[in-house]
Nanobody
Framework: VQLQASGGGLVQAGGSLRLSCAAS????????ANWYRRAPGKQRELVAG???????NYADSAKGRFTISRDNAKNTVYLQMNSLKPEDTAVYYC?????????????WGQGTLVTVSS
């Protein structure tokens, strides 16, 4: 599975961005898709995830502001980010995971930089 993340950029605090994670080589809806981020000097953290069944989960920092969704027809997962804060500045990565016959498969995109100015 190849994942291509896009949509990052520079935005002012309070603004919005939508990140996209386009998959090729497999059907993304068969996977749990997650968005992670790594801020400068910090560890990578899970921001949001969506299962193959459509259940979602969010980091406390993302609840109420971010929305993860998927468009199966486009084989793409999105992260809509609203009310952005400077502390949201990070490189955002999408990943896809599934377990087949007891074997976990993990795939990662290349990351897209989000910079939120104050």
């Amino acid at each position: 599975v190849q994942l291509q993340a896009s949509g990052g950029g520079l935005v002012q605090a309070g603004g919005s961005l939508r990140l996209s994670c386009a998959a090729s080589g497999s059907i993304l809806s068969l996977f749990t898709a997650n968005w992670y981020r790594r801020a400068p000097g910090k560890q990578r953290e899970l921001v949001a995830g969506i299962t193959s069944g459509g259940s979602t989960n969010y980091a406390d920092s993302a609840k109420g502001r971010f929305t993860i969704s998927r468009d199966n027809a486009k084989n793409t997962v999105y992260l809509q980010m609203n009310s952005l804060k400077p502390e949201d500045t990070a490189v955002y990565y999408c990943s896809a995971r599934r377990i087949v016959l007891g074997v976990q498969e993990d795939y990662w995109g290349q990351g897209t930089l989000v910079t939120v100015s104050s």
